[in-house]
């Protein structure tokens, strides 16, 4: 069956530096793969989406990679905020636009 | 934000009983989905929808029924509802333009408790 895996334990990191968030998959040929941002009690919000032919997307502070062949997404996050704490998740989506999603990773970045 | 609601916000039932979640939209979309979030599990996928009457199930389909009659609402019913089903739900409603996925907006949540 399809997996997702992401980091299971949180990451914290100091204010200024670089975050890199691991998003992994298995039994599954994504059409596209997107992240998100939660925070507590809200549900989730659209950061970036990366297709299947795109090797890197950017946005402000933000880069994607995607390594079909690895069947692997890189997910940073420079010069990090302690705003930026929150949890990220990673999901795949094809054709049918089924999207499903990793369990995600807690950041906290300590001022 | 995007015109996505979901109703009722907070529920606890006994188990045993019926319970149906609502999720209204108002921005014509598409596709829209019902996932359940546990701690440790991440967002897991019940059923999703690709049209009015058109469905599929998820990786956690079992104990759930789904309906969608018109394109802004998507209901979830627990036929009999058990304690395995307490959980918070979110619905999520997304498009495809032109061939070109676009984003998955999603609910403010649902916390459903099951006693």
């Known amino acids: 069956s399809q997996k997702i895996e992401q980091n299971s334990e949180a990451l914290n990191i100091q204010e200024g530096k670089t975050a890199t968030l691991t998003c992994n998959y298995t039994?599954?040929?994504?059409?596209?793969l997107q992240w998100y941002r939660q925070d507590p009690g809200r549900g989730p919000v659209f950061l970036l989406l990366?297709?299947?032919?795109?090797k890197e997307k950017r946005k402000e502070r933000l880069k994607v990679t995607f390594d079909t062949t690895l069947k692997q997404s890189l997910f940073h996050i420079t010069a990090s905020q302690p705003a930026d704490s929150a949890t990220y998740l990673c999901?795949?989506?094809?054709?049918?636009?089924?999207?499903?999603f990793g369990t995600g990773t807690l950041l906290a970045v300590q001022p | 934000d995007a015109g996505i609601t979901q109703s009722p916000r907070h529920k606890v039932t006994e188990t045993g009983t019926p319970v149906t979640l609502r999720c209204h939209q108002t921005?014509?979309?598409?596709?829209m989905y019902w996932y359940r979030q546990d701690p440790g599990h991440g967002l897991r996928l019940i059923h999703y929808?690709?049209?009015?009457?058109?469905?599929d199930k998820g990786e956690v389909s079992d104990g759930y029924s789904v309906s969608r009659s018109k394109t802004e609402d998507f209901l979830l019913t627990l036929e009999s509802a058990t304690s395995s089903q307490t959980s918070v739900y979110f619905c999520?409603?997304?498009?495809?333009?032109?061939?070109?996925?676009?984003?998955?907006?999603f609910g403010q949540g649902t916390r459903l408790t099951v006693v």
């Open positions: 999520a409603i997304s498009e495809s333009l032109r061939q070109r996925n676009t984003e998955a907006f």
């Open positions: 039994n599954y040929s994504p059409a596209y």
């Open positions: 990366i297709r299947e032919n795109e």
């Open positions: 999901a795949l989506g094809g054709a049918t636009n089924k999207l499903i």
């Open positions: 921005e014509n979309h598409r596709y």
């Open positions: 929808s690709y049209g009015v009457k058109d469905t």
